[in-house]
């Protein structure tokens, strides 16, 4: 194809049959390797814009949408409100229908039901030798707004972070934060039932702080990209010392993620990329894949994962509960105030009933009793709580 040249004075210069002839502009100066592959935000006619790392489709962060979703309405099949209480939310869905809201406000199955399903608790465990627990429990959820939070955070931060990523790298963040997340919450929640993909989640949160920090250099924007992520990390560990929600598993998630990132989601220097993508005649300096503090995270950051998760198995078999040794540490999980009380979150309980008759059994200790009620909440609560106490 044929296009217009503007007219300039050409100089030739001869060169050895041994380097290749090169012909320019006499007022202009050579072209150079580091200019030709610099990217560019704009397009150029006839020219492919330069895109250093390569992009992928996301798929592995929609299957955990859905196995997240069909998990929820196996438990909810399971679960049968109608079979096993005298007043469900939504009756018509039959046995798909809700758990009343005193018992579930979040719209969704019994904690027995959660339990079967494979929820975490530490007692059977430890105790009862089901250690796949620790995994199960991050696929199931308490509710319908619980699933619904989880999942769309789920889309809004993991699709982006496979698209840059990949599959691999993501799903393992995904899964092994998870894991540090039921670790971490079963060593200071040891009574009642835990479960949510919120640990996960924050894996990958954490991920995104570290992989910002490894690859600082690349980033444009550092300071704001940094002070954001931040903003958004430190709102969302806030909201977890409410009560009934387990910051644990958020922190040990975020913690392992954070971990991982530094693994995982570390890019190579652009020097590096430019080179690769050279002719040959400009690779003459030989540059290094990754900077010298990239290597040191790399390996920090695989040393603290493997000693956290071995020191955590160890003192969870073991039985021991964090909360002997740390007598703050329960403030990271919920603070009291003049509006709630934190200790209503250790004991669950469940309940049935048939006129003024309550049939209740607290889920930690196996104790039940019958008592003549009616239906004011503060005194099923603390009927709960004498009961699990």
């Given at each position: 194809?044929?296009r217009?040249?503007?007219?300039?004075?050409?100089?030739?210069?001869c060169?050895?049959l041994r380097?290749?002839?090169?012909f320019?502009?006499?007022?202009?100066?050579?072209?150079?390797?580091?200019?030709?592959?610099?990217p560019?935000?704009?397009?150029?006619?006839?020219?492919?814009?330069?895109?250093?790392?390569?992009?992928?489709?996301?798929?592995?962060?929609?299957?955990?949408?859905?196995a997240n979703?069909?998990?929820?309405?196996i438990s909810?099949?399971?679960?049968?409100?109608?079979?096993?209480?005298?007043?469900?939310?939504?009756?018509?869905?039959?046995r798909f229908?809700?758990?009343?809201?005193?018992e579930?406000?979040l719209?969704?199955?019994s904690?027995?039901?959660?339990?079967?399903m494979?929820?975490?608790?530490?007692?059977?465990?430890v105790y009862?030798?089901?250690?796949?627990?620790l995994?199960?429990?991050?696929?199931?959820?308490?509710?319908?707004f619980?699933?619904l939070?989880?999942?769309?955070?789920?889309?809004?931060i993991g699709?982006?972070?496979e698209?840059?990523f990949?599959?691999?790298r993501?799903?393992?963040i995904y899964?092994?934060?998870g894991?540090?997340?039921?670790?971490?919450?079963s060593?200071?929640?040891?009574?009642?039932?835990s479960?949510?993909?919120s640990?996960?989640l924050f894996?990958?949160?954490g991920?995104m702080?570290?992989e910002?920090?490894?690859?600082?250099t690349?980033?444009?924007?550092?300071?704001?990209?940094?002070l954001t992520?931040?903003?958004?990390?430190?709102i969302?560990?806030?909201?977890?010392?409410?009560p009934?929600?387990?910051?644990?598993?958020h922190?040990g998630?975020?913690?392992?993620?954070?971990?991982?990132?530094?693994?995982?989601?570390?890019?190579?220097?652009?020097?590096?990329?430019s080179?690769?993508?050279?002719?040959r005649?400009?690779?003459?300096i030989?540059?290094?894949?990754?900077?010298?503090?990239?290597?040191?995270?790399?390996?920090?950051?695989l040393?603290?994962l493997i000693a956290?998760f071995?020191?955590g198995?160890?003192?969870?078999?073991?039985?021991e509960?964090?909360?002997?040794?740390?007598?703050?540490?329960?403030?990271?999980?919920?603070i009291p105030t003049s509006?709630?009380?934190?200790?209503?979150?250790?004991?669950t309980?469940e309940?049935?009933?048939?006129?003024?008759?309550?049939?209740?059994t607290?889920l930690?200790?196996?104790?039940?009793?019958?008592?003549?009620?009616a239906?004011?909440?503060?005194?099923?609560?603390?009927i709960?709580?004498q009961l699990c106490n």
């Amino acid at each position: 194809m044929a296009r217009d040249t503007p007219v300039a004075h050409v100089e030739i210069k001869c060169h050895s049959l041994r380097e290749d002839p090169e012909f320019q502009p006499a007022d202009q100066r050579p072209l150079t390797a580091p200019a030709r592959l610099r990217p560019s935000t704009s397009f150029t006619a006839g020219f492919d814009l330069f895109q250093p790392f390569k992009k992928w489709v996301s798929w592995l962060v929609p299957m955990f949408v859905a196995a997240n979703s069909v998990v929820f309405f196996i438990s909810m099949y399971v679960n049968d409100c109608p079979k096993n209480s005298a007043s469900c939310v939504g009756r018509f869905l039959g046995r798909f229908s809700f758990q009343p809201l005193k018992e579930n406000p979040l719209l969704g199955p019994s904690s027995s039901t959660l339990e079967k399903m494979g929820a975490l608790e530490v007692d059977k465990v430890v105790y009862g030798h089901q250690p796949w627990r620790l995994i199960s429990c991050m696929w199931l959820h308490a509710g319908v707004f619980h699933i619904l939070a989880n999942m769309l955070s789920l889309v809004f931060i993991g699709i982006h972070l496979e698209q840059e990523f990949g599959f691999v790298r993501i799903g393992m963040i995904y899964v092994v934060s998870g894991f540090g997340g039921s670790l971490l919450s079963s060593l200071f929640i040891q009574s009642g039932i835990s479960v949510g993909a919120s640990g996960a989640l924050f894996g990958l949160l954490g991920g995104m702080l570290s992989e910002l920090l490894t690859n600082w250099t690349i980033y444009a924007n550092k300071l704001a990209a940094l002070l954001t992520l931040l903003f958004i990390i430190t709102i969302n560990l806030a909201v977890g010392v409410l009560p009934h929600v387990d910051n644990y598993a958020h922190i040990g998630g975020f913690i392992s993620g954070f971990l991982l990132g530094f693994v995982f989601l570390v890019r190579p220097q652009f020097e590096w990329v430019s080179q690769r993508d050279a002719p040959r005649r400009y690779n003459s300096i030989s540059v290094s894949k990754y900077k010298p503090y990239q290597y040191v995270l790399w390996i920090v950051s695989l040393v603290l994962l493997i000693a956290w998760f071995a020191v955590g198995l160890v003192f969870l078999f073991r039985g021991e509960n964090l909360n002997d040794h740390c007598s703050w540490c329960h403030y990271l999980s919920c603070i009291p105030t003049s509006k709630w009380n934190c200790n209503a979150q250790r004991f669950t309980c469940e309940s049935s009933r048939l006129g003024n008759q309550l049939n209740m059994t607290c889920l930690s200790n196996g104790r039940s009793g019958s008592y003549s009620i009616a239906s004011s909440s503060p005194e099923l609560q603390q009927i709960c709580s004498q009961l699990c106490n």
